[in-house]
């Protein structure tokens, strides 16, 4: 059964809080229903959306005027496991951060480093998702999607996922084509590859006491670092970075650092050092800074914020002002992380 509804509010079901309605809207709790959802003739040519946790989406219109499909496809299925690992089917529309805790509660490591990460099991792919010194596409065995103008699933092994830096192939070639419905995950048992090296994990760990190492102990850390720095959505409207860190040459760096002794950056190859997007808004002067209802955080100069009834078209424009004013100043060209409908 589909219950097509029209017109639909989806202020609630994004977490910029940006008033956005749409033209049509349908829930899936079951991948089957997407077969039936298409053999609706009218729908075919609609522009689709698929939503899940919106908390990777920048409305900038007031309507959708298209089809928006809510993943609600739920369940985690144990498909196989050996001594060493465990193989999970996950429905799309579990919670990110629920499914986190739940692998770290059956003693299964790999994800606990992005603990906290709003949105959706489903979208986990889409960019890739990265924190801590982890990315997902480290335990993503493969994806199953179903394509809207075949009208068939297909599974995606990691290899053919294109996955890089909050990127994949669904978030480039593939855009608006599939509903991702399931991500099977591959999981450790034992032998753990615990990662404590990156942002301030190993002094919260000290801090607390917490000698023993454990998949737990790094997600608790991972989560209360999160909450002391990022704005809560529930609190105050965001999508978390709005930017990537830009990637640039090495030689690049070694001049602009001329200029610029602090630049920090991070080493990607041999050739290549990534730059902190937060560091270039904050030296370009744009860190707290409030435009009527929009603006930059006080706290994270990668989080563009809606203080509340601010507009969508607002935010990109504020977005695009930084881009360009970074680029002048440094030469860098930061690219959107936030997906712009
Ligand atoms: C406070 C905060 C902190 C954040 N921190 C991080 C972080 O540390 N690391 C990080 O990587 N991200 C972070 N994010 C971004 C966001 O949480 C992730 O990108 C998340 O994976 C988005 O999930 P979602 O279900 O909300 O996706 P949505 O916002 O609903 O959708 C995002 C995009 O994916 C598409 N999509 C969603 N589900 C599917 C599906 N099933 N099939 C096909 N396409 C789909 C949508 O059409 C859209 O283009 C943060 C966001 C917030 C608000």
New binding site residues.
């Given amino acids: 059964m589909i219950h097509l509804q029209e017109n639909i509010d989806l202020t609630l079901l994004n977490?910029f809080g940006l008033q956005c309605t749409a033209r049509y809207f349908v829930s899936i709790q079951k991948a089957e229903q997407l077969k039936a959802l298409l053999e609706l003739d009218f729908l075919q040519k609609e522009t689709k959306?698929?939503?899940?946790?919106?908390?990777?989406?920048l409305f900038t219109k007031n309507i959708f005027d298209g089809l928006v499909i809510k993943?609600e496809i739920k369940g985690i299925e144990i498909l196989k496991e050996n001594d060493d690992h465990c193989w999970l089917k996950v429905g799309?529309g579990e919670g990110?951060h629920d499914f986190v805790l739940y692998c770290v509660k059956q003693q299964l490591g790999g994800v606990e480093n992005l603990s906290l990460?709003?949105?959706?099991v489903?979208?986990?792919p889409?960019?890739n998702?990265?924190?801590y010194g982890a990315e997902v596409k480290d335990t993503i065995e493969s994806v199953t999607a179903f394509e809207f103008e075949k009208g068939t699933f297909r599974d995606f092994p990691n290899q053919e996922c294109a996955f890089g830096y909050?990127e994949s192939y669904?978030k480039n070639e593939g855009k608006n084509r599939?509903?991702?419905t399931h991500v099977c995950f591959k999981l450790s048992k034992r032998n753990h590859i615990i990662k404590t090296e990156y942002g301030a994990i190993k002094e919260f760990l000290t801090k607390m006491n917490i000698n023993e190492l454990s998949l737990k102990a790094v997600s608790d850390a991972v989560i209360a670092i999160r909450q002391s720095k990022?704005?809560d959505?529930a609190k105050i409207g965001?999508?978390?970075?709005f930017f990537k860190n830009p990637t640039i040459t090495l030689e690049q760096y070694e001049i602009l650092k001329q200029k610029h002794a602090a630049m920090p950056m991070f080493a990607v190859d041999a050739l290549h050092v990534k730059v902190p997007a937060a560091w270039l808004i904050e030296q370009s002067g744009w860190k707290g800074k409030t435009f009527d209802k929009v603006g930059v955080h006080t706290q994270q100069a990668l989080v563009l914020v809606n203080y509340g009834h601010g507009k969508g078209k607002d935010i990109l424009e504020l977005a695009t002002k930084i881009q360009a004013n970074v680029e002048s100043n440094f030469g860098i060209k930061l690219n959107m992380e936030v997906?712009i409908v």
Avoid: K
């Fill in positions: 977490t959306l698929v939503l899940g946790g919106g908390s990777n989406l993943n799309a990110w990460i709003p949105g959706s489903g979208a986990a889409m960019q998702i990265g924190a909050r669904f599939y509903f991702i990022l704005p959505p965001n999508a978390g970075s997906n």
